[in-house]
């Protein structure tokens, strides 16, 4: 069973790759940084508390796996700074977690993103849809939206968005990729 579910990821991998390609906007207002180590002039990381962060419902599906940018924009006022996963995981309308957090997609490599006041950045997640996985294993519910970390932050943010979520741990059925 083992082997066949990661082979199933592969694949949904693979099809992260192209979504995530077909989903990143040619203009961005986020331009990506120097890489890791260099010097940012100074340019702080974002703060959750700065930051409005969001859902774009416009997925595109890829075998068993809706793809939905997870948005962050800058409303501090100044220039600052996101670089790696963000943290993200189930909950319920009372903000428990619901099953696994998101593992990390490493399809793509972490870069610094830095945002101009007003800017947005994006970060791909994925929710495998709960009907692939057999009920004793995924015990599906419904979740009512997200809790969402951003990147290096330690205060977190709800996400409003109902979906169906394996509340039996130990089934990964979140994933979500680099901010970019």
């Not at 793809?67 to 309308?93: D, I, K, R």
């Not at 619901?98 to 793509?108: C, K, L, M, P, T």
């Amino acid at each position: 069973m083992k082997l066949r579910m990661h082979a199933r990821w592969r694949i949904l991998a693979a099809g992260a790759v192209t979504c995530a390609a077909a989903l990143v906007p040619a203009a961005a207002l986020a331009s990506p940084g120097a890489p890791v180590g260099a010097t940012h002039a100074g340019t702080p990381a974002c703060p959750t508390s700065e930051l409005d962060v969001w859902l774009n419902t416009q997925g595109n599906g890829a075998a068993g796996t809706n793809y939905y940018q997870l948005e962050f924009t800058n409303l501090s006022g100044s220039s600052c700074m996101l670089f790696g996963y963000p943290g993200v995981s189930a909950v319920s309308l009372t903000g428990t977690q619901i099953g696994n957090a998101a593992f990390r997609d490493q399809s793509f490599k972490p870069h610094v993103v830095t945002l101009a006041n007003g800017a947005t950045a994006t970060a791909m997640v994925g929710i495998t849809q709960v009907s692939i996985f057999p009920k004793a294993q995924c015990k599906p519910v419904t979740a009512a939206g997200l809790r969402v970390y951003p990147p290096g932050q330690t205060a977190s943010r709800i996400v409003p968005f109902p979906f169906g979520a394996c509340s039996k741990t130990g089934t990964d059925y979140l994933r979500i990729m680099t901010v970019r």
